[in-house]
């Protein structure tokens, strides 16, 4: 007896997976959403960057031969190295005086709110270029400085044209500068912090600088670590400055070259490119790891490495490929 035209069909007269062939299963696969606008902006995007590559490389004012030259002169290194030391000082001190200022901030006293918050406000609102020709010529307000007690006599004297060197002056302008805005990474990190985990530990009686070394600081160098490797990229960048202070830095190498060598100007400037984009990168892969590091505990899986990532999408490529070879 036939069934009338839309009669269900019972689940033991249904056929199985078994039942239909595999080429069948195979053909009717769901086809992924086509999208024609990611493709068209794609397309766009590679034309403008094949472009910019082409002038790149093809416009023979950029004298690449001249680039090769100057890249590892014993001019340009000796540049790079005061580069690397006034970054790594300025970064230690301002990272040490933006964690006492957001403390300060944190404080009950009033008077440390006050003049934290007064100092943040100051550098944050100068230019750092400012600060630094302020203190370059810092010996003409003040020949000597002196401890003791304040409009009484003094305990201690200094020549101050003898202290600030070319690099003395650097590392503190730069210091003094960044710890301004290090104070509001370090204050924002340790505001991030869950309050129970402030509560709870003072509800075991632990110190408070214990809690801030051992609880609270830890767990807001994840929310800190970003941001102040970002302040720590412009660091690096902010370091041309000091040229202006007679400091032969990276860029002061390159300029001085420039006036010396006026036809090879536009290469030098590419060797400093160059350099300064490697000491970002390097920042920007230490940055991966650390923040990697101080995910244990936060997250259910760590996140996945650039080496973990390729082999990743190695297997993922070579699984397609099988399953349309297959097909």
Known sequence: MSEPPGAAVSLAEAPTSTDIPSRQLTAQRVQPLRRPG???????????????????????????????????????????????????????LGLLGGILLALGRLSGSPVLRAVSWTYTWLFRSIPLIVVLIFLYNFSALYNTLSLGVPFG?????????????????????LSLNEAAYAAEVVRGGVLSVDQGQHEAAAALG??????????????????ITPNYVNQLIGLIKSTSLVFYVSLLDLF????????????????????????????????????????????????????????QRARTALTELRARLRREAAV
Do not use: C
């Open 153 to 173: 006599p003094a305990f201690i004297s200094f020549d101050e044209s003898k202290l600030a060197t070319d690099m003395t002056i650097a590392v503190i302008g």
């Open 252 to 307: 002061g190498s390159v300029q001085s070259m420039g006036n010396t060598y006026p036809g090879d100007i536009v290469p030098l400037l590419m060797v400093a490119t160059v350099w300064y984009l490697i000491l970002t990168s390097a920042v920007s892969v230490v940055q991966f790891y650390v923040e990697r590091y101080y995910a244990r505990g936060a997250t259910r899986s760590l996140p996945p490495t650039p080496l």
């Open 206 to 223: 632990l110190p408070r600088g214990y809690q801030f070394r051992r609880i609270v600081f830890p767990q807001a160098l994840r929310s």
């Open 38 to 92: 990611r493709w068209i902006v794609t397309a766009v995007v590679l034309v403008l960057v094949a472009q910019i590559l082409h002038g790149l490389f093809t416009n023979p004012f950029y004298q690449w031969d001249r680039f090769r030259y100057w890249f590892l002169r014993p001019t340009v290194l000796d540049g790079l190295l005061v580069t690397l030391e006034v970054a790594a000082l300025s970064a230690v």
